[in-house]
Structure formats: C-alpha cells, structure tokens
C-alpha cells in the first residue's frame, strides 16, 4: 500500500463533448496527516478535484488512488468525510442524528451511535444542542455540526469544498482554529478548497496553487510556519512572507485579474 | 442564539390563544346573526337561503337520519382519499426511482390533474352500479390521485444537490436515499396536497351521490330534499357536509404539525 492518502496522475477532467477543460493533467500527491488546501480563481477547477479525489465525478482520463485504491472503492469503503461551504445539515434530522447518519449507513449499532455522537459533540463543542433541528442554530454551529458528521466514522480523509466560505471573518477565524485543534486530535487529513489566500496558508501544510482555463496546478507552495498554530500565528513575519509567496505564485500563474478579485474577497 | 426552550405559563399561554381567535369568533357571531335576520329583513325567499334557526330546526328533526347519511358519504371520501393517496404516493416513488419514466409520463398527469374529473360521475355509476359506494370511492380516489402524485413527485425531486452527493460519499444506496432523504424532503409537499385531497375526497363523495346512490347517502338526500322543497332540510344536509369536511381537513392538518415538527414553519408555536 502506498504512503499516500491521495495520489493523482495525469487526471483531466472535461465537461460536454470536446467541452471545457476543467482539470488539465493533475499530478498531487498527499502524504498521510497533511492538510492541503486548494487556492486559485474561480473557474480553476479546485472544486471539481475535490470532487474527482471524492468519486462525486469521475476523471475523463488519468487515474486517482485514495489509500492506495481506486477512488471509487474508496467510496464504497467509505473512507473520506466531506464538508461542503453549505452545511447541508438534513433538517428533519436533529444534530445528534445528522452526525450519526454516517454511522447508521455503516451500520453501527445504537449504543456505539450513542458513545459516539456524545464525543463527536464534544468535539465540536455543542453540548446541550444535541436535540436541536438545523434550524435552531447560527450558521457557524451549522458548518460544526457539518464536520462532526463528517468526522463520525473516523475517515481517513476529510474534503472540505470552502466550508467556512459564507461565514462572517470572526467565526471564521474561530472556526479555523477549531479545525486545526480537530485536526491534531484526530491525525486525519485534510484537502481543503478555499477562496482566502491568508485562510490557506493559516491552515496548510502545503499550499496548492492552481490557475484557470484550464485548470492547472501551477505552484506548491510548502508552509513551514510551527505547529500548532494560534491566533498570533496571523501576526508573525513569516506568516506574511508565506502569504505573499502565495499570492505571487498566483500571479505567476497569470491571473492578475483575479488576484486583485482575491484580495477584495478577504 | 437559539430559541424556544422558555416556556410562558401555560394560563397566559391559553388567554393568548384565546385572544388570537376572538375575531374569528366574532365574524362567525355576525355571520350567523345576518344570516338569522338580515336576509328575511332584506326579502331573501327561504327556497333561496331558509334563515339558521330553521336549518338548525330541520336538523335537530331528521338528526339520526343525516348523521347516518353523513357518515355513509364521509366512509366513501376516505375510502376514496386513502385509495387514491396511497396509490398516488407509491407512483411518485416509482416515477422518482426511474426518472426517464417521470418525464415521460409527467406532461400526462399534468394535464389529467387539469381534468375535471366529476364529470366522469355518471360514467363511473354505470362502471360499478348505481347503488355500488365504489363508484363514489372511485371518484374521489380519482380526484385525489393526481394533486397528491404531482406533489409528491415533486418534493421527492426537488432535494438539493449536496444532499445527494453527501449520501453518495457515504455509500448510500437507492433505497436509503429515499429512505432518509427522499421521502422526509417530499413530506411538506405530500401534506399540502393531502389536505386538499380531503377537501376533494368530500366533494368527490358528495357530488357522485347527486348522480345516483343509496336513498341512505348524503348527496341524495340533498337532492330529495330539494325536489320536495324541504330547502331547511336540504341546508342540513349542507351543514353536515360541510362540518365532515372541515374536520376532515383540521385530523389532517393536526397531524401534519406532528410530523413536520422538525420543519421551520412550525418555529412561532413554541416561542
């Protein structure tokens, strides 16, 4: 079996016939325990690697190996949780039963659903809201309900297509400190699409930086910043050194454009 | 943050209620007292509406005999109802199951829901027997069937990408999606369309009986009572009708707050 959690090699992906080239020969590959965010402009196909990395599409051509399977048997063994920027909490279900959702299809008996839910809450610190529908709660507890349920049956990999994207800066920020505690907690990885130049190199390990039309990577940029990370990380030099680093591969990438679109954004 | 959880004292809580239904209540006390004395003030001949107290009266006089007829009629619209709502849900199921089949079939039932199926009464006595409950039933399960199977196809489609595509990620397969995800989605649609269903069900039942139909039955007992000009009688039979059908329709929408407890249009109850 392979070191890594994803590899990809030569993945395209088109849409229609003779369509656009969403992803142009993708070559990633992310070792075990990484946290691998996507950044690049709209249109550069980050959300659809996700979703070829997920088996929610399939490649047109080329090949995807999630812990060292075909992506499509990874699914079936249920092997990644996935966010996405829309909580997509099942309203009819409180939170205590949309994260045990997973844990039903899997077919985990009530007792283990029990423990587990009562940790998963924890985990996302939402005691006492366990018996609420979806829409009793803020938007943010929302997105936490979103990644407990992603995180229930312990995959190996979380994809999480810009799950704090609609959310206000401050319980962004909250939240991205939340998941990096997550994320040492629980040793899973991480491939994480977002928008935000400083989100990415706030909670990478590696930044991966992509370009559109058609979607390429066109840089990798490793983040070398000291775990864990705080709040104060936001403030040291080398945090922006990386952020620019970041945002002049996006540039070299040729979308000057859009960085400036970018930068309004954030 | 969040809401509910505190609870006004429940004799406040009664008195509020009450106070939101006092001009409901009110409307209906003038309605009755026009209804009583205004219109014989205004000339209106009792062939053309009898004043209240004298249907109350015609009532309270052949009240065995048209609560009898009332319950024959009311156990031929929820025949009708529960047959053509189950039939109606489990076509929505299928056509949603296999979608090429659901756009086939749906500019179909679109325009047989635009059908206006009392016209098919006289037609159905011949089916199944003038003095048969089963043409009524068929009737009413027929007007039933399609509001409740276009809905219902329509809440069973009508699910947000994502939510596929999260029990896709984790594995699920056709009968869970519809299970968890599918049919909890279509209720709110399937219960507007069964409390029209009720409302259609007692029409269905009422006016098949104008056609033909046990002496018993309540729609010909509105019909005899008229061809002898016993017009106070008559509007009893109105009133009974009308008094099934409201309750009717209030058991369905009763259970339709118990089900949909999780659905935010439920939020001004507990605040």
């Given amino acids: 079996?392979?070191?890594?959690?994803?590899?990809?090699?030569?993945?395209?992906?088109?849409?229609?016939?003779?369509?656009?080239?969403?992803?142009?020969?993708?070559?990633?590959?992310?070792?075990?325990?990484?946290?691998?965010?996507?950044?690049?402009?709209?249109?550069?196909?980050?959300?659809?690697?996700?979703?070829?990395?997920?088996?929610?599409?399939?490649?047109?051509?080329?090949?995807?190996?999630?812990?060292?399977?075909?992506a499509h048997r990874a699914r079936l063994d249920r092997d990644y949780g996935i966010v996405f920027q829309a909580a997509v909490l099942y309203d009819w279900r409180t939170v205590a039963k949309n994260i045990s959702l997973p844990l039903e299809l899997g077919g985990w008996d009530r007792s283990r659903r029990a423990d587990r839910v009562r940790e998963m809450v924890a985990l996302v610190e939402l005691q006492g809201f366990e018996k609420h529908y979806p829409w009793q709660l803020s938007g943010g507890m929302q997105q936490r309900v979103s990644i407990a349920r992603a995180l229930s049956f312990s995959p190996a990999l979380l994809l999480m297509d810009e799950p704090f994207g609609a959310l206000d800066e401050m319980t962004r920020e909250r939240l991205n400190l939340e998941l990096l505690r997550i994320w040492a907690e629980t040793g899973s990885t991480v491939i994480f699409?977002?928008?935000?130049?400083?989100?990415?190199?706030?909670?990478?390990?590696?930044?991966?930086?992509?370009?559109?039309?058609?979607?390429?990577?066109?840089?990798?940029?490793?983040?070398?910043?000291?775990?864990?990370?705080?709040?104060?990380?936001?403030?040291?030099?080398?945090?922006?050194?990386?952020?620019?680093?970041?945002?002049?591969?996006?540039?070299?990438?040729?979308?000057?454009?859009?960085?400036?679109?970018?930068?309004?954004?954030? | 943050m969040t809401t509910i959880t505190h609870q006004p004292a429940r004799e406040?809580?009664?008195?509020?209620?009450?106070?939101?239904?006092?001009?409901?209540?009110?409307?209906?006390?003038?309605?009755?007292?026009?209804?009583?004395?205004?219109?014989?003030?205004?000339?209106?001949?009792?062939?053309?509406?009898?004043?209240?107290?004298?249907?109350?009266?015609?009532?309270?006089?052949?009240?065995?005999?048209?609560?009898?007829?009332?319950?024959?009629?009311?156990?031929e619209a929820l025949g009708g109802f529960a047959l053509g709502c189950s039939l109606a849900f489990l076509y929505a199921l299928v056509l949603a199951r296999w979608r090429p089949l659901g756009s086939a079939l749906m500019p179909y039932l679109i325009a047989a829901n635009a059908v206006p199926i009392v016209a098919f009464a006289p037609i159905t006595n011949a089916w199944f027997g003038i003095l048969s409950p089963w043409s009524k039933i068929v009737i009413a399960a027929v007007l039933c069937f399609f509001p409740v199977l276009v809905n219902t196809l329509r809440g069973l489609t009508s699910v947000r990408p994502e939510s596929l595509e999260l029990m896709r990620s984790y594995a699920a397969g056709q009968p869970s999606i519809f299970r968890r995800v599918r049919i909890p989605n279509s209720l709110p649609f399937v219960f507007s369309a069964l409390k029209i269903a009720s409302v259609l069900a007692m029409i269905g039942a009422v006016v098949g009986d104008y056609f033909g139909g046990s002496t018993e039955a309540l729609g010909v007992q509105i019909v005899s009572a008229v061809s002898l000009a016993q017009y106070e009688t008559a509007w009893a039979a109105i009133l009974v009708a009308s008094v099934l059908g409201i309750a009717f329709y209030a058991v369905i929408a009763v259970a339709e707050r118990f089900a949909l407890r999780w659905h935010p249009s439920t939020r001004g109850d507990s605040e």
């Avoid at chain 1, 656009?20 to 990484?34: C, F, K, M, S, W």
């Avoid at chain 1, 864990?228 to 620019?244: D, G, I, M, Q, S």
């Avoid at chain 2, 014989?40 to 004043?51: D, T, V």
């Fill in chain 1, 193 to 266: 699409v977002t928008h935000s130049i400083s989100e990415a190199v706030f909670l990478s390990t590696r930044v991966v930086v992509m370009s559109a039309r058609p979607g390429r990577i066109t840089a990798i940029v490793p983040i070398d910043l000291e775990q864990p990370r705080a709040a104060e990380t936001r403030e040291e030099p080398r945090f922006f050194e990386l952020v620019t680093e970041v945002r002049e591969a996006l540039h070299a990438g040729g979308a000057d454009e859009i960085v400036a679109e970018l930068e309004a954004l954030e």
């Fill in chain 2, 12 to 75: 406040r809580e009664l008195g509020r209620r009450l106070g939101r239904w006092l001009p409901a209540i009110a409307v209906l006390g003038f309605g009755l007292v026009a209804w009583q004395w205004l219109l014989p003030a205004l000339g209106i001949e009792r062939y053309l509406l009898p004043p209240f107290w004298d249907v109350v009266t015609a009532f309270g006089e052949s009240r065995d005999e048209l609560v009898r007829a009332g319950w024959i009629t009311f156990k």
């Fill in chain 1, 1 to 70: 079996m392979s070191d890594f959690v994803v590899s990809a090699e030569r993945v395209t992906k088109t849409f229609g016939k003779g369509g656009v080239t969403a992803l142009q020969e993708i070559d990633l590959e992310v070792g075990r325990g990484e946290f691998i965010s996507l950044i690049g402009p709209s249109g550069c196909g980050k959300s659809t690697l996700l979703r070829v990395i997920g088996d929610l599409v399939p490649p047109t051509t080329g090949e995807i190996l999630v812990n060292g399977k075909p």
